[in-house]
C-alpha cells in the first residue's frame, strides 16, 4: 500500500541538540509538506517541497531546515536555534502544490517530539 | 478573529445520531479539505470540494462559497467515527502552500 511513513513516533531530545525528524512517502508525489501541530491552534506549514532539490519556507521556517535529495524523501532537522520545539510535526505530500491539480492531501503519522 | 472557524469546538453525541459539524472562513479560496485526526495523530483526507456536495459512504460534506461556510455530516454515527475533524481552506489563486487550517471539532461518539 502507497503511503507516507514518519519515523519516529515519539523522539526526545536535551535543550540544545539538533534532531531530524524522517518522512519517505512512496506514492510518487512531487510536493512534500511540513506542518507544526501545537494544542488549540491549526497546523502551520514549516517548509515545503514542489520538486526533487527545491524547497520553500512556510510560515513558521525560523529554527528549522529540510532537504530534497530524493522525491520519497523529505527530513525535517529541528535545530537548537528552534525556541519552542516540543510539538506535534506532521509531514503530508499530495501530487502537485499547483492550484490546477486535484490534489488532496496525504499525511504521515508524525512524529511527537519532547525537548527538555 | 482566525481566518477558518470551526463549530462546536467539541461534540459528544450517541451512537446512530447525525451530526453535523461547521467551517466558516473569511478569505477567498479556491478548495476546502475536510480532514480526520485520528487518536494517535495520523490525519486522513476525506473530502476536497469547491462547490456543491460530496458524498463517501456516511460522511457528506457541503460548501456554500457565496456564504463562506461548508458543513461536514456523518450519518448513523458510530465509536469509529470518535476523530477530530479539521476544516482547511486553500487560498484563491494559491496552491496546496497557502492552506489555512481550523483548530479542529472534537467528536466522541458513545455506545
Known amino acids: 500500500d502507497g503511503g507516507i511513513t514518519q519515523s519516529p513516533k515519539y523522539l526526545f531530545r536535551k535543550e540544545g541538540q539538533n534532531v531530524t525528524l524522517s518522512c519517505e512517502q512512496n506514492l510518487n508525489h512531487d510536493a512534500m509538506y511540513w506542518y507544526r501541530q501545537d494544542p488549540g491552534q491549526g497546523l502551520r506549514l514549516i517548509y515545503y517541497?514542489?520538486?526533487?532539490?527545491?524547497?520553500q519556507k512556510g510560515d513558521i521556517a525560523e529554527g528549522y531546515s529540510v532537504s530534497r535529495e530524493k522525491k520519497e524523501s523529505f527530513p525535517l532537522t529541528v535545530t537548537s536555534a528552534q525556541k519552542n520545539p516540543t510539538a506535534f510535526y506532521l509531514c503530508?505530500?499530495?501530487?502537485?502544490?499547483?492550484?490546477?491539480?486535484?490534489?488532496?492531501?496525504?499525511f504521515g503519522n508524525g512524529t511527537r517530539l519532547t525537548v527538555t | 478573529k482566525n481566518e477558518v472557524e470551526q463549530s462546536p469546538q467539541n461534540l459528544t453525541a450517541q451512537e446512530g445520531e447525525f451530526i453535523t459539524i461547521n467551517c466558516s472562513y473569511s478569505?477567498?479560496?479556491?478548495?476546502l479539505h475536510w480532514l480526520q485526526q485520528h487518536p494517535g495523530g495520523g490525519i486522513v483526507s476525506l473530502f476536497m470540494l469547491s462547490s456543491g456536495k460530496k458524498k463517501h459512504g456516511r460522511l457528506i460534506a457541503t460548501i456554500n462559497i457565496q456564504e463562506k461556510h461548508s458543513s461536514l455530516h456523518i450519518t448513523a454515527s458510530h465509536p469509529r467515527d470518535s476523530a477530530v475533524y479539521i476544516c482547511a481552506v486553500r487560498r484563491l489563486n494559491f496552491g496546496n502552500e497557502k492552506l489555512t487550517f481550523g483548530t479542529g471539532t472534537r467528536l466522541t461518539i458513545i455506545p
Open positions: 503530508a505530500s499530495s501530487r502537485t502544490v499547483y492550484l490546477w491539480g486535484n490534489s488532496p492531501l496525504h
Open positions: 478569505v477567498g479560496i479556491s478548495a
Open positions: 517541497s514542489q520538486i526533487v532539490n527545491d524547497f
